[in-house]
């Protein structure tokens, strides 16, 4: 399995919404509904968002949502606020794991 | 509340053998419902996953690190083990244990818990 693609980059003012992309292929993203999300703030620990591309963990707003369409997963962060900031990596399984190279969201 | 807490040396000998563990907290590190793995990051860069043991006792690996990768647990002491061999400067970064759960997914990336991560930096 090779790295998922994400944009290197992202960002956006307080209060909007914005949509970080994960594309992966149609043997890994695109075959089979097992995509999670990680927010990581620098020196921290990553932090589970998402998983199962659209589920939230206990405790995880709303305003953080996960789709899919074909070979393409999104994390939508609605509602951004400045805790949001934080780099963001997605993850997919399909007999292996295999992370994306992750995206730096900044809150303007 | 489980948590999970990385431990080894910090710096480690080019051809050596890294060995770091993992002490789970708060939870048995034997419960059918759970499984545990593996991910480093080096500075500056993305995750990469290194593998995981199944309740059972299995293990999959990254195929890219297999050759040199071995992850066990140790239930008497609720921990869980890497060992990573023949180790270059490419394998220094932060390694993270974490909890797979599998209660909530079938899949095998629902990282729900993560220790805080220890560094390791391979040199002379």
């Known amino acids: 399995q090779s790295a998922l693609t994400q944009p290197r980059s992202v960002s956006g003012s307080p209060g909007q919404s914005v949509t970080i992309s994960c594309t992966g292929t149609s043997s890994d993203v695109g075959d089979y509904d097992y995509v999670s999300w990680f927010q990581q703030h620098p020196g921290k620990a990553p932090k589970l968002m998402i998983y199962?591309?659209?589920k939230r963990p206990s405790g995880v707003p709303d305003r953080f949502s996960g789709s899919k369409s074909g070979n393409t997963a999104s994390l939508t962060i609605s509602g951004l606020q400045a805790e949001d900031e934080a780099d963001y990596y997605c993850c997919s399984y399909a007999g292996s794991v295999v992370f994306g190279g992750g995206t730096k969201l900044t809150v303007l | 509340q489980v948590q999970l807490q990385e431990s080894g040396p910090g710096l480690v000998k080019p051809s050596q053998t890294l060995s770091l563990t993992c002490t789970v907290s708060g939870g048995s590190i034997s419960s059918g419902l759970y499984y545990w793995s593996w991910i480093r990051q080096p500075a500056g860069k993305g995750l990469e996953w290194i593998g995981l043991i199944y309740s059972s006792g299995s293990t999959k690996y990254n195929p890219s690190l297999k050759s040199r990768v071995t992850i066990s647990v140790d239930t008497s002491k609720n921990q869980l083990s890497l060992k990573l061999s023949s180790v270059t400067a490419a394998d220094t970064a932060v390694y993270y244990c974490?909890?797979?759960?599998?209660?909530?997914?079938?899949?095998?990336?629902?990282?729900?818990?993560w220790g805080q991560g220890t560094m390791v930096t391979v040199s002379s």
């Open positions: 974490a909890r797979v759960n599998t209660y909530e997914s079938s899949g095998e990336n629902a990282f729900d818990i």
């Open positions: 199962d591309v659209t």
